[in-house]
Each structure stands twice: as structure tokens, then as C-alpha cells.
């Protein structure tokens, strides 16, 4: 049974950056979707990136164009680098992935394996 863990979040100033890291505990498929989602309270999960696992093709969200990376390391280790924090980047942050490969990349529903969040808060 895979296992993901989050670590990075935490408070920083508007125009901040963070760093957040998903360990993976088991093994997840080659080409299955990895992702980062955040959510807010009373509104569903959003995705932010996601990344082809072992792959290169990898996405970003529109709002985090050009201030948000997805990246991979060692033992399939996934990484957001954020940058140029928002307020409204403020929220939970997830780590996904799938166990069944699913083209709902994009949808929550898409993913069987979470994270149990790391907390993003931007402010002044």
C-alpha cells in the first residue's frame, strides 16, 4: 500500500516562497499522474500541478503560471516550489496519486492516493 507524506507549508509573507515535499512509500506506477491539489475551506479541491510520474510531461494550473513548479526527485519524491505567494494561495495543500492510472488528471476523483495536507498561509 502506497503511502504519501507532505512537508513545507507554513506561514510567509505575500511575494514569499515555500517549498512543499511529498515523500512516496511504496510504488507508483510509471506515467501514472502525481499532483498537487490545495483546497479552502467550503470549496472542493482544486488541482494546482501535476506531473507523469518518471515522466517529463507535466502541467500547471493557470493561476500558478509562471510562479508555481512541479518538479521530481529520488524515489519518486515530489516537489512544489512556489513562488511569489498570494494571499489567495492560502489553503491546504495536497499531495496525489494514482494507484490506477485515470485521464482524469485534472479531478480529484482521478486520484486514489492522498496525502494528509501540509498548510499554506499567506499573509501580511
Known amino acids: 500500500q502506497v503511502h504519501l507524506r507532505e512537508s513545507g507549508g507554513g506561514s510567509v509573507q505575500p511575494g514569499g516562497s515555500l517549498r512543499l515535499t511529498c515523500e512516496v512509500f511504496?510504488?507508483?506506477?510509471?506515467?501514472?499522474?502525481m499532483a498537487w491539489f490545495r483546497q479552502t475551506p467550503g470549496k472542493e479541491r482544486e488541482w494546482v500541478a501535476v506531473k507523469a510520474n518518471g515522466a517529463s510531461l507535466d502541467r500547471v494550473n493557470l493561476f500558478a503560471k509562471d510562479r508555481f513548479a512541479i518538479s521530481q526527485g529520488h524515489r519518486d519524491t515530489l516537489y512544489l516550489q512556489m513562488n511569489n505567494l498570494k494571499p489567495e494561495d492560502t489553503a491546504v495543500y495536497y499531495c496525489?496519486?494514482?494507484?490506477?492510472?485515470?485521464?482524469?488528471?485534472?479531478?480529484?476523483?482521478?486520484?486514489?492516493?492522498w496525502g494528509q495536507g501540509t498548510q499554506v498561509t499567506v499573509s501580511s
Open positions: 496525489a496519486a494514482q494507484d490506477i492510472f485515470s485521464v482524469k488528471w485534472d479531478r480529484s476523483e482521478g486520484y486514489d492516493i
Open positions: 511504496g510504488a507508483i506506477g510509471g506515467g501514472n499522474w
